[in-house]
């Protein structure tokens, strides 16, 4: 069984930087491109960044860019999203997903997470 447990999601103010972690089970990790995705209240599921199997690859989307950093540690299984300069347009629910191969920019990913809230003020 495929598991995928977000955690580091909290409240910040503009400004500030939280952490994100993202660690899986069930799945052959370093087979795997993840992908973190954000919802906000009444929008539909953003694509946030994305890292490929290595963890030579990122992507981000542009309006998270040069503020986000995704990371991923393969021994540990689990995939990092340093958020810095958090805006109240970052808040949301912020999930992180898996798949075989990386696709950016669409939320075309296999398995899931349950998500972490993140609530940023101004």
């Known amino acids: 069984q495929v598991q995928l447990v977000e955690s580091g999601g909290g409240l910040g103010q503009s400004g500030d930087s939280l952490s994100l972690s993202c660690t899986t089970s069930g799945l052959t990790f370093r087979n795997y491109a993840i992908g973190w995705f954000r919802r906000a209240p009444g929008k539909e599921p953003e694509f946030v960044a994305a890292v490929d199997s290595s963890g030579g690859s990122t992507y981000y989307t542009d309006s998270v860019k040069g503020r986000f950093t995704i990371s991923r540690d393969n021994a540990k299984n689990t995939v990092f999203l340093q958020m810095n300069s958090l805006k109240p347009e970052d808040t949301a629910v912020y999930y992180c997903?898996?798949?075989?191969?990386?696709?950016?920019?669409?939320?075309?990913?296999?398995?899931w997470g349950q998500g972490t809230q993140v609530t940023v003020s101004s």
């Open positions: 997903a898996a798949r075989r191969y990386l696709v950016v920019r669409t939320t075309n990913y296999d398995y």
